[in-house]
Structure formats: C-alpha cells, structure tokens
C-alpha cells in the first residue's frame, strides 16, 4: 500500500472509534459544545465522503476551507472559554478538538498514524484527572481497541477475523507486561509525579484549610471523600483517642481563625517521649497543601518532612499526589517549658468583642486563680448549659462568640473549639485552635481506617503549667458520642450513603458494606502499591532485593539491566522459529517416540515412522506388533488426514509400555 | 471410504504395475529400485535421464521399459552432428502435389530413447528439450502435438567428456529424474552371465501394459492423499536447501512439485493411498541429485551426497 492510497470506510471506523472512546472521559469535563465538536468531526469523516463521494473529492476548497475555519475557530473558542491557552484542562480541550480535526482530514497512510498516536496521547491524558482502578482498565481497553484499529489497518488483505484481531492485539499488551513490570520497579522515582501536573489541577479539592470560621467544617462533613487511609501495625486504638492533628491555628478576629504570622520565637518545646510506641502507614489523597496527618505525639518523621514549633507536620512540598508514608507515634509525652513571649500569642484576643465572654472569663478567673481549676470550671459551665450539638446551627450575625455561648447554644465543632479558645484566652490561659479529624472509618476486610471528610474537627489546645499543652475537646462534653462512636452517631443518616430500598434491610445493608469495603481496600492496596510507590518505596523495595545503598545511577543501570533481560528473553521468544500448530497426532506420536527413547531407541530427527516401525521390529522383535499396529494408526491419522482415529491412537500409545520389556531383555 | 476399500482398490493397481516390474526385471536383473525409480517417473509423466558408465545396461533398461509397458518407441543415438530436422522431422517438396509434405521426425512417438544426450550439440538438445516442455514441436510456423503419453528416457555417459556438450543445469531441470545404474550384484552377475543374450529376451518380451492403461494410472495419481505434515516436511526440506548455505542454488519451486509427484508415484507403486515422509526420501535422491550442487565449503560432502545430505539434515515435522 502506498503513502497516498485512500482511507476506505473500514479503516475511518476503527480510526474515530479509537479517537471518540480514548477522549470520552474528557466529555464530561469539556464545555458542551467540545464535545459535540469532536462528534460531529468524527461523523462527518465517517459518512459524508461514503454517502456523498462526489461532493467529497469536488468540493475540496469548501473543505479546505471549512477545515480552517473549525480551526481557527475551536482555538479562539477555547481560548474564550478558559481565559489562557495554557494549562491542563485547556491543554486537554485543545487535543480532544485537534484529534477529531486530525480525523478529519485523515486522507492517506501517514494521516492515520499521526491520528493513532495522538489517540494514544490522549488516552494517557485521562491519567490527568483519575488515577483509578476503573479508569486504568477502561484505558487498558481503549488501547486494545487502537492497537486493533491498527491492526486491522496494516491487515490490507483482511485475514484475520475481528476477534483474532482483538486478541493480537490484547496479546500485544499483555506481552508489554513485563516491560511494564521493570520499568515501574526500577525507573528512578521522584517525589510527587514524573511530570508536573498543572496548577489548576487541584480546583475543587475540599479538605483542611489553614483557616477556620464558622461553616467551614460543617461543610466539610458534608463530604464523603476519603482524606486518607490508616493501616497500624498493631491493635488500631480508640476512637476516642484518634485525634489526626492538623494545622494550628493561633490568630482570630473574632470569627475567624488563621496560622497567624510566623513570629520570631520558633522554639519547640523539648518533647521528652514515654509508654508505648504506635506505628502505622497513611496513605493521603492529594490536596495541594502541605500538611500531613498524624496521631500526637509523632517521633518518627518520614521523608521530606518536617514537624513545626506547634506540632504540625508538614510536607516539603504541596501533596499533589497521593502519597504513603509510615509514622510512629506516642500517646504519652512530656513537654519542656516554653518562654513568657512564645505563649503570649496563645492569649492575644480581637481589642473589641465578645463582652460577655469576658466577662465570664473574669469571673472565672476572680473564683478560681489556678489555671487547671479554671479550665474545670468552665468546662463543668458547658456541660450544664444545655449546649446542643449539632450540623445546622442557626445564623450568628452579630457577635458570634456572645451569641453562641450565651443566646442560641447550638453549634458544631468549630463552634465550641472556637468560643472556648477565646473564653480560656481571656481567662489568662494560653490556648489554640487544633483542627484535623477525629476518629475513622473501620475496613474489616482490609483491617484498616478508612478517614473521610466527615471526621473533620476541631479543639482546643491550652497550655498548663505543669503538664505543658492539653487537648480540650470542648465537643466532647456537649456530645460525648462524637468522640466515642464516632461522627457516625451524631449526624444524619444521609452522608452514610445506602442505597435507595435498603434502608430497612439489615441483611442487605450488610453485604454492600461488605462490598464497598472490599472495594474500597483494592482500592487502597492501589493507593500504596501502584500509585503510592514512592522514592521511600522504592528504596525499601529494592534492599529487600539486596541492593543497599542504592542512588539513581546504580537504578538506572538496574532499570537498564532488567530491561535488556527481559528484551533479550522477548526477542529470543519472538526470533525463536514460530513452531508449528502441533497436530494432535504428532504430540502422540511424540509420546510414544519419548517413550521408546527411553527404552533405549530414539527415533532419528530424519527417520520416518514405516522405517523406524522397521528397525525397532528388527531390534525388538516382541514389540513387532504394537510397533506396527501404532505407527500404522499414526499414518493413517497423520498422513492419510482422517482423524476419527486419534482417540484409538491416543489409547494404543497410552498403554504401549516398552520400558517393562526390557529387563526381561537384559 | 474405508481403510480396507483402499487397500483393495489400490491392490489391484499395484497388481499392474507388479507385473511391468516382474517383466522388467527379467531382463535388468538386480535392479529393482532403478526399475521402480524409471516406472515411478513415468507415471508421474515426468522425462528419465539415465546415468551411469557405458555396459551397465542403460539402454537395455530404456528399451524393455518402452516395451513393458506396450508403447511405440524410437531410438535416436546423439552425435555432434544431429540436427534439429533430424530429430523433429522435414518438410519435404512434393512434385506431385506440389506442396511440402511433412515428415515427421523420431520425435513423434511415445518414447523418445535419446542415447548419449551429451554428445549433440546445444541447438539440437535445446530442440529435444523444447519439445520435452512444450508436449509439441512447431516446425513451419505449424504447431504439432505430440502423442500421448510421450516421454523422453535419455542417457548419458559421465566419462569421456571430451567432445561432449554437457547439459546446462536450466536442461537438466526438465528431467524429472536422473538415476543411476550401477554394477549389478555377485548373484545377479551369475545370473547375467549365465543367462541368454539380452538382446534376445529382449526381442521376446510381451507388453504387459498398453498406452491407455498408463494414461489411466498416470490420472489415478492424484487420488494419492497429501497430508499437510507432507507439505510441511517438503516446504522444510526446500527451506533447507535455500536458506541453509550449504547448497550453491536452493531448490526452485519447479523441483519441490517434481519431487512430490515423483512421492505420490512411488508411494502408488507401493500401494499405498498416501504419501509419507519415506516415500519423499526415497524418491528425493533421484529428482533433486541433478538439481543441487554443494557449496565448496560443505565438510559432509566427502561422505554423502547431496539429496543424503539433505534428507539426514531436516527433521521429519
């Protein structure tokens, strides 16, 4: 086939197919008219220069020109609808339109490959959005479905049958496998992902945020989405001590808190470790910030991290990808003294607000002088204010914190870890905001947590004297289920998510939990095996190999290495002469011939069956017979093509033993 | 059809032929390979070229042949100055009808016995060879067809070469076979010497075939079943020869079908309904020795030659 031959109807089919299904998952993500677009690109290919050949090949300047202008105008479109021509989603929306163009215009040979590896580009593309299981397998799919367009393209005097082309072309892939295998072993591995993913990738992403005000996370409870997994090496503890500690946030106005500016007293205090340590992997979902979650008090920092002067622990750089690593934690620790200045900022208060507030801290204070007493105190003024827990409090306009404490008593965590902060701040004791999660989801069938968005919380730390900062969950005394059972108990039944119909059926509500489990732990062995193997990983993978000490050049020449193995054994596979289809007969003749050889006469490579029959009868007179009755059988099935015979061939030369013969021989 | 319906059917062929080999051997004592070899050639309507040292019986065998199986034959003795007109036939000025009357040369019967083929000049073998191919000769811008069944036996003498115009290989390849006498054993030269004049016996033999039954064998050849494990074998044996260096030139397509109708002939000889692999080997000394060369840098050809060599090379599929 030359370079200018014509496209016929068959190939253009495979070619649009290949195109329209590798940028389907785009579809949804693109503006409307993206999409509509591309189909109407792909259809026109298909049908317009076979319903209408002369209108085709005559009007090639209409075309021509109606080629332009989709063009000019797709770009300039695009451009209208992102603002910039740079960037992933507008990078993407530039392919899926130029693909379906490429289609287009698809006239010879050349045309159909160029159009073929942008298909297997934008394939890669989806990789961008989800790096799921499912779309790993649709993607999977997609490519069998180009390599057999292509196939079926290079296949001009059509041999092969639709499924013998699926299954070259699924053998293809499978046959990649272990390629595929070296290279994600031993290709040198970066933090984060092998290209930058693009700013804008991270849009829309909810989780923890540096800051607090009312709503924040109620909204947050609101989600479902996984915020990270847990696995522990031991006994998984308490609910009720699984206080996943994020930001720290120091400075309000009154309504909002944030981290505050950095001051110049950065000391930590001196943690002084003791009991028992908890060791356990997280695996974290992306969320293009920097913290990472761990249980208090962490001892162990993985790598590319740091632990700040109030325990925070954060990432060197922002999480734009999932990304597992291991923590040790201790549940008990003593703290060293911190200075008159640091603690200062842990007592700043807005200069105006909050009267009542005040006022019940001064009151507070006047009674009872020692701090810890005070703390009891107010605490004990929650528990008998008849505080209510819940997700939708009602608005607070005015003063927020007077408001909540003293009118309307309803609120959610962030509520109550925010007023008590401000109350204990302007009773003289330094405290602070904590926010991060609280508790987590049991996996049983993979024995891990799983902690969504809906364990958000917050509290309050305060610095006593003595025993240096102590977590006050304020939440706790209002709504000790909260922090006992866990979030599940105290908020509607909505966000647990069952299925329409199951609602009352115990038995079927437990076999979709089972399932979502299951689901959710293959899921989670993806997170940390595939998607998760990180330079940590990687390193520790490789010393279970034996390879110490080991650096990029040494992975390179291992990844080199392996990847000449594994070619050398494809090729020497592939190069090997293809052996014939093994004719049924032949294998039982190759079996009685293994067994004869054996007994001590091999059959020469060149000797044919009458003249081995031949010399065995003459060697062996008393296999004579079974000789010639087989190897009359073999011919009769082999040479003279009738295969109604095979069965009684297979069952003479199952039960023909020459090797019993001969010690009566010897 | 079962197996023993082909036994009987095939038996009674074989019964046929048995007989033009008993006759046969009667006269060529000790050679019932070489004998089987010539008959299996000719059903597969290929051209026989006999080889070997004069006083062998060459052409003794050539003319028992041609009468065993009751066929009209001429015998033309090649010398250097044999012409094409000579072989073919002449036209001749009538004065009477004053036309050219044809006359039809040796060449218009259905054995040709050309006796040292070597010894005639280029242009006239190349006129004999022409016909062999062709099944026709066309003198006077008129074409004739030779009758049926027609086949040249040929002979040659592979010493004294001197005066000799050897075969180029392109010739050579229009014989189906090219076997090779050789001395007759210790009991069959008793019996020979012994024995009465050849040439006597000769003159007595019957025909035990006519020309019609042989047409008739020479259609029944392609009931002989071929398997594809044949083709397979036959397919890796041509491979062989091309792609294994041992050989000057492989073999050429020409030759791969010479040798599986010279198998399906030998394998009818013997009865049997299909071809197997002993058959191709048997036969494959005989139909590819004139067509394959050694390379110069082969270590087996001191020992074997080159159709063994090739046979003891490829394993049977």
Same mark, same amino acid.
């Given at each position: 086939m030359s370079n200018k031959s014509q496209l016929n109807l068959n190939n253009i089919i495979w070619l649009a197919l290949g195109i329209g299904l590798a940028s389907f998952p785009h579809w949804q993500r693109l503006p409307v008219w993206i999409p509509l677009l591309h189909l109407a690109l792909l259809m026109t290919r298909v049908l317009l220069p076979f319903k209408l050949p002369l209108f085709w090949k005559k009007q090639k300047t209409v075309i021509n020109i109606l080629r332009l202008i989709v063009m000019f105008g797709g770009v300039f479109a695009i451009y209208g609808s992102?603002?910039?021509? =740079?960037?992933r989603d507008v990078g993407v929306a530039l392919l899926v339109m130029l693909a379906a163009l490429k289609v287009f215009e698809s006239k010879s040979r050349r045309d159909y490959y160029i159009s073929t590896y942008l298909g297997y580009f934008l394939i890669i593309t989806n990789f961008f959005y989800s790096q799921t299981i499912p779309t790993a397998s649709y993607m999977m799919l997609v490519i069998v479905i180009m390599t057999a367009g292509l196939i079926n393209f290079n296949d001009t005097e059509q041999q092969l049958t639709l499924l013998q082309r699926f299954k070259l072309s699924s053998t293809l892939l499978i046959q990649a496998i272990p390629i595929l295998l070296v290279l994600f072993i031993f290709f040198p591995r970066i933090n984060g992902?092998?290209?930058?993913? *693009?700013?804008? =990738? %991270?849009?829309g992403i909810t989780g923890i945020d540096d800051q607090m005000s009312p709503g924040t996370i109620s909204k947050l409870v609101q989600s479902r989405e996984v915020a990270f997994r847990v696995s522990f090496e031991g006994a998984i503890p308490k609910q009720s001590t699984?206080?996943?500690?994020g930001p720290v946030l120091w400075q309000t106005d009154g309504r909002k808190w944030t981290t505050g500016k950095n001051e110049s007293d950065q000391r930590m205090a001196p943690i002084d470790y003791t009991g028992e340590p908890i060791r356990y992997d997280v695996t974290i979902e992306p969320t293009n910030k920097k913290w990472l979650f761990g249980l208090e008090m962490i001892s162990t920092l993985p790598d590319n991290s740091y632990l700040t002067h109030d325990f925070q622990l954060k990432?060197?750089? *922002?999480?734009?990808a999932r990304k597992a690593f291991s923590l040790t934690s201790h549940s008990t620790y003593k703290l060293g003294t911190l200075s008159e200045t640091y603690l200062e900022r842990g007592l700043r208060l807005p200069e105006t607000g909050h009267p009542k507030t005040r006022k019940l801290a001064s009151t507070l204070r006047d009674e009872f002088h020692d701090p810890e007493a005070i703390l009891n105190a107010a605490l004990n003024w929650l528990e008998k204010g008849n505080f209510v827990y819940t997700l939708q409090p009602p608005l607070m306009t005015e003063d927020m914190i007077d408001e909540f404490l003293f009118d309307k008593r309803q609120g959610f965590c962030e509520h109550y870890a925010s007023a008590f902060t401000i109350l204990m701040r302007a009773a003289g004791i330094p405290a602070r905001v904590v926010t991060g999660y609280l508790g987590g989801e049991l /996996?049983? #069938?993979?024995n891990y947590l799983i902690v969504r968005q809906y364990h958000a919380h917050a509290w309050t730390e305060v610095w006593l004297e003595k025993q240096g900062w102590v977590r006050v969950d304020p939440t706790a005394i209002v709504s000790p289920g909260r922090v006992n059972e866990g979030i599940e108990s105290s !908020?509607?039944? =909505? !966000?647990?998510? !069952?299925?329409?119909?199951?609602? $009352? /059926?115990d038995a079927a509500i437990r076999v979709w939990q089972r399932l979502r489990n299951t689901v959710d732990m293959i899921n989670y062995q993806w997170a940390q095996w595939v998607l998760g193997y990180s330079p940590e990983r990687q390193k520790l993978f490789l010393q279970s190999l034996?390879?110490?000490?080991?650096d990029w050049k040494k992975i390179t020449a291992l990844l080199l290495f392996f990847l000449g193995l594994v070619v050398t054994v494809i090729a020497t596979y592939v190069f090997?002469? =293809?052996?014939?289809?093994?004719d049924p007969a032949k294998a039982c003749y190759d079996v009685f011939c293994k067994k004869l050889a054996r007994a001590g006469l091999p059959r020469k490579s060149h000797e044919g069956p009458v003249d081995y029959a031949q010399r065995l009868s003459n060697e062996r007179a008393e296999l004579g017979n079974q000789v010639k009755s087989i190897t009359d059988l073999y011919i009769f099935v082999?040479?003279?093509? /009738?295969?109604?015979k095979l069965a009684q061939l297979k069952k003479a030369i199952r039960s023909f033993t020459p090797n019993k013969i001969i010690p009566n021989q010897s | 059809m079962n197996m023993t319906e082909d036994m009987n059917s095939a038996s009674a062929q074989a019964a046929k032929l048995k007989n033009v080999i008993d006759a046969t051997s009667k006269i060529i004592l000790g050679k019932s390979t070489a004998i089987k070899l010539a008959l299996a050639c000719i059903i597969a309507k290929g051209h026989l070229l006999i080889e070997d040292?004069?006083? #062998?019986?060459k052409t003794t065998l050539a003319h028992t042949l041609a009468k065993v199986l009751g066929l009209q034959y001429q015998r033309i003795q090649f010398t250097?100055?044999?012409?094409p007109a000579d072989i073919l036939g002449v036209s001749v000025y009538n004065r009477d009808t004053s036309k050219f009357d044809f006359h039809q040369g *040796? !060449? %218009? @019967?259905?054995?040709?016995?050309?006796?040292?083929? $070597?010894? &005639?000049?280029p242009r006239t073998q190349s006129a004999l060879l022409e016909a062999m191919a062709e099944h026709q000769v066309t003198i006077d811008n008129e074409t004739r067809t030779l009758p049926d069944p027609f086949f040249v036996i040929a002979t040659q003498n *592979?010493? $004294?070469?001197?005066g000799t115009f050897p075969l180029p290989e392109s010739q050579l390849d229009r014989f189906l076979m090219r076997i090779e006498l050789g001395y007759p054993d210790s009991t069959a030269e008793r019996e020979l010497l012994n024995g009465k004049d050849r040439k006597e016996l000769l003159e007595e033999i019957e025909a035990v075939l006519s020309a019609a039954e042989l047409i008739q064998l020479q259609k029944e050849l392609e009931q002989v079943h071929v398997a594809d494990a044949i083709l397979d074998y036959l397919q890796d044996l041509l491979e062989f020869s091309r &792609?294994?260096?041992?050989?000057?030139h492989g073999l050429s397509p020409r030759a791969g079908i010479a040798v599986l109708s010279a198998a399906k002939a030998w394998a009818y000889i013997h009865a049997h309904q299909h071809v197997l692999p002993e058959d191709i080997q048997a036969i494959l000394p005989s139909v590819i020795g004139h067509r394959l060369q050694f390379n110069y840098? #082969? @270590?087996?050809k001191e020992v074997l030659k080159p159709a063994e060599h090739l046979i003891q090379q490829v394993p049977i599929p």
């Open positions: 992102y603002g910039t021509l =740079a960037g992902p092998l290209w930058g993913i *693009p700013k804008d =990738a %991270f849009t699984l206080y996943w500690r990432s060197l750089e *922002p999480l734009r /996996n049983p #069938v993979g !908020i509607p039944e =909505a !966000i647990i998510d !069952i299925p329409l119909g199951l609602e $009352n /059926n034996g390879f110490d000490s080991i090997k002469k =293809a052996p014939r289809s093994t082999r040479y003279r093509s /009738n295969h109604g | 040292t004069p006083g #062998v019986g250097s100055d044999l012409l *040796p !060449i %218009f @019967s259905n054995v040709l016995l050309a006796d040292e083929i $070597n010894r &005639a000049t *592979p010493l $004294n070469q001197i &792609a294994s260096g041992d050989y000057l840098e #082969v @270590s087996d």
